[in-house]
């Protein structure tokens, strides 16, 4: 009998199923005879990593989705962490981590991803994730101006970036969340009450939590008030005049005799006959 031996590879073709013939013919008085063998040959994962590269800012969750061309594909991963904390090995179709940083420069993760098919297992990738630090303001030179006579005079200024990447944006808020300055790191302009700053960089990271609050005030309001005594006499009348006023640092009296004193509480001696009417302006030092 005639022996027949021989080798196929089929290691270079593309996943499917095949089936491998071996016929030997007829020789001498052997009759020719054949066999048959199927050969399954399994696609090899490939990953996609939605999306391929992130950047996050310090303290948030990483988002990456993980699929394959293989259904029921299963995913591990390893972790090159720098400048971070927070990263770690794991599997599953989704990697949700929170990272930060371990200092106040900008780190970076890279998630070395695997996946495995039944017994095939795929080539790895890798998706880097870069964590950027939040915006911090320096509020030490921070200076007021006061909402003087109930007008919108007061103003916040003085803050500078410490850290961050500019171009920056600003929103101020008042007590009640209302903005009341957009695109400025000053505020101008504004009446007594609380403002709060949130800055946000170019990387989209905010300040993790409002600059402030920063109260602007207002003089006390100013309350003219005053007593005179006597009421009533002959001429020459003195009347002393008793200054109640609140709030003012400044004062004007008129007599109603076309007279008129810049004193606290003067002593006015009426000497025509007639009734009089005075009058007391109280004012502040904002005028």
Do not use: R
Not at 47 to 57: D, R, V, W
Not at 71 to 86: K, L
Not at 197 to 214: H, R, Y
Request: charged share 5%; proline share 6%; aromatic share 6%.
């Amino acid at each position: 009998a005639q022996v027949n031996t021989g080798a196929i590879n089929l290691s270079t073709s593309a996943a499917g199923t095949y089936t491998v013939t071996n016929s030997i013919p007829a020789s001498g008085i052997c009759a020719a005879t054949s066999a048959t063998y199927t050969v399954v040959i399994n696609p090899s994962p490939i990953i996609t990593a939605t999306p391929s590269t992130q950047n996050i800012c310090k303290g948030s969750v990483s988002s990456i989705a993980l699929s394959s061309t293989v259904p029921g594909t299963n995913f591990s991963w390893t972790v090159v962490q720098t400048g971070v904390s927070g990263a770690s090995a794991g599997g599953g179709p989704n990697i949700s981590q929170t990272l930060t940083l371990t200092g106040t420069i900008q780190g970076t993760v890279m998630y070395i991803i695997n996946a495995n098919a039944g017994n095939c297992t795929g080539p790895s990738i890798t998706v880097t994730i870069t964590v950027n630090p939040l915006p911090v303001a320096n509020i030490t030179a921070v200076a007021f101006t006061t909402a003087n006579c109930g007008n919108n005079t007061g103003s916040i200024t003085g803050i500078v970036m410490a850290s961050g990447l500019a171009p920056y944006t600003y929103v101020w808020h008042d007590a009640s969340n209302n903005v009341v300055g957009n695109g400025s790191i000053d505020l101008t302009n504004v009446g007594a009450g609380a403002y709060s700053l949130t800055i946000t960089d170019a990387n989209g990271c905010s300040t993790a939590t409002t600059v402030g609050p920063f109260t602007v005030t207002a003089p006390a309001p100013i309350v003219a008030a005053f007593t005179a005594n006597p009421m009533t006499g002959e001429t020459p009348l003195t009347v002393n005049f008793t200054n109640g006023s609140t709030g003012a640092t400044n004062y004007l009296w008129l007599f109603g005799t076309g007279d008129t004193s810049s004193a606290v509480s003067p002593t006015y001696i009426y000497k025509p006959v007639g009734d009089f009417k005075a009058c007391l302006v109280a004012g502040n030092s904002y005028g």
